[in-house]
């Protein structure tokens, strides 16, 4: 239930005299149910909890075993699942998407699928198969959702793609990709001719079976690409690990080629910019200029980066240099020097260059409203934000009644494939987990002021 169900926000500047902060002190919760406010209390406090975050699997386990499955399942419908999925079905999806549209939020829908290495099932071509099925039927589930009548109202969602193609092949080929001297073989140009004829690839520097498998990706790919493109759905690329993200960025360069030509109008195919990592301000820059150079119109979705912990692990296990930045500081100068960059991109390129500002993070979102503002790029134009569903409410409502486009990562499907997701996404974001205590303290807020019946 809302709130109350106030008219959508006016898409035009937000402010005629001066730049003005906006305020994310809760006051746009005024447009939420008390229900889902006291939810949203109630989870985000027991996220913030490391026990429940660390053993959150053998948690669910112990309360089916004690509860019966049918109850566990209520409970956890009622709260984590409830505060940060979708739902199952194609309606509960559009119910949550409604109401979010309602409060002046967009959907960009995310499909949780995760590959188990170690499981012969689920490294499949099969199992590669029936994600393209779900992928395709993201796509057209998108578009259903956003009335793309008004001015760039885009449709958007996520795309894994290693729910398309193995993380061990994108282990080898990011491998080779790094060489010194790299592979001649291994470069956009050649994939998306692959992807275009559907003609066997033959890299010498891969086995029989992985360009078999290589050749079935890159068609899985390019038909995801092919029919969001159809129904008008921008594909935003998520960034992984270090070890396959070489090889995800080569993919999304190869569908780049034949997406994000202008003339089919700004770019349909995007990456994620990981600034929690050392390179990725050059990397940025670099594929900015290229693509400029190219012609080719260019999409990112900038993040700090959700895999830190495993990052580390990894590069101390190997003995490597750690590629991450020293601290949260180094991580949010660097987020900031990432965001001045596509900002001054966008303000010179035009509808060419898009950006989605990825953050929950308050001064992040200060940042690119001010420098918007001064760089006269428009409030509902080729810059939007992202934040996923659940998390930072009050940022999220303040940004979209405002004005902004604002687009909440929205993960759908069955509890007994989400629950284990968002799981694992927990222990990947504790910081952010732990850091929502000021979301805490305005949900509070504003549920002791309707229990007094104060006034705003
Ligand atoms: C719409 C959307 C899409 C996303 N897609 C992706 C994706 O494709 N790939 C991906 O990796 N992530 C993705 N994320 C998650 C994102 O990378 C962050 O983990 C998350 O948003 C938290 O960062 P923040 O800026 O919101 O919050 P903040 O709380 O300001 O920042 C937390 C982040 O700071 C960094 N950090 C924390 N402590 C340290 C430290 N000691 N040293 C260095 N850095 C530190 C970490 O990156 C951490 O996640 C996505 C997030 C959103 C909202």
């Not at 053993?55 to 049918?70: D, E, P, Y």
């Not at 993380?167 to 080779?176: D, F, I, W, Y």
């Not at 890299?203 to 899985?220: G, K």
């Not at 596509?342 to 990825?358: E, I, K, N, Q, T």
Request: proline share 5%; charged share 20%.
């Amino acid at each position: 239930m809302l709130w109350a169900r106030l008219p959508l926000c006016s898409h035009s500047r937000p402010s005629t005299g001066g730049w003005q902060p906006l305020r994310f002190d809760g006051g746009a919760f005024h447009l939420k149910g008390t229900a889902k406010l006291a939810r949203a209390l109630l989870v985000l406090r027991l996220c913030a909890w490391p026990p429940l975050v660390t053993h959150g699997l053998a948690f669910q386990a112990w309360s089916q075993r004690l509860l019966g499955s049918r109850l566990s399942r209520a409970l956890l419908r009622a709260s984590i699942y409830g505060q940060f999925v979708a739902g199952e079905t194609a309606g509960e999806v559009t119910d949550c998407v409604q109401q979010l549209q309602v409060l002046g939020l967009l959907p960009l829908l995310a499909v949780p699928t995760e590959e188990e290495p170690d499981s012969t099932a689920k490294t499949s071509e099969a199992w590669y198969e029936g994600n393209l099925r779900t992928m395709l039927h993201c796509v057209d589930l998108s578009r259903a959702l956003v009335d793309t009548r008004g001015p760039a109202r885009n449709s958007l969602m996520q795309l894994k793609v290693t729910a398309l193609t193995s993380a061990r092949l994108c282990k080898e080929l990011s491998a080779r990709i790094q060489r010194p001297a790299g592979s001649s073989e291994l470069n956009p140009e050649r994939l998306a001719e692959a992807m275009d004829s559907g003609q066997n690839l033959q890299l010498s520097c891969l086995s029989t079976d992985q360009n078999q498998h290589l050749q079935a990706s890159l068609s899985r790919l390019h038909r995801v690409a092919q029919h969001a493109r159809a129904q008008h759905v921008r594909l935003l690329v998520d960034a992984e690990y270090t070890f396959i993200n070489p090889a995800l960025s080569l993919l999304v360069d190869a569908l780049a080629l034949r997406w994000n030509r202008p003339e089919e109008g700004g770019p349909w195919v995007w990456n994620t910019y990981q600034a929690y990592l050392k390179e990725t301000q050059k990397r940025l820059e670099r594929d900015a200029e290229a693509a400029h150079k190219a012609g080719l119109a260019f999409g990112v979705k900038l993040v700090r980066g959700a895999y830190l912990d495993k990052e580390r692990a990894m590069t101390q296990l190997q003995g490597k240099e750690d590629c991450t930045q020293p601290d949260y500081e180094a991580t949010s100068r660097s987020y900031s020097r990432c965001l001045e960059l596509m900002l001054r991109r966008v303000s010179l390129h035009g509808p060419l260059c898009h950006l989605m500002v990825a953050s929950h993070n308050e001064d992040s979102v200060h940042q690119a409203t001010k420098r918007m503002w001064e760089l006269g790029i428009p409030p509902d134009g080729p810059v939007c934000f992202g934040q996923l569903l659940g998390m930072c409410d009050h940022v999220s409502l303040a940004l979209g009644q405002a004005g902004y486009l604002v687009y909440k990562s929205i993960p759908y499907g069955c509890l007994e494939e989400v629950i284990p997701y968002l799981i694992r996404r927990a222990q990947e974001n504790r910081s952010v987990l732990q850091g929502a205590r000021r979301e805490q303290a305005l949900l509070s807020q504003e549920l002791w002021r309707r229990l007094l019946g104060r006034k705003v």
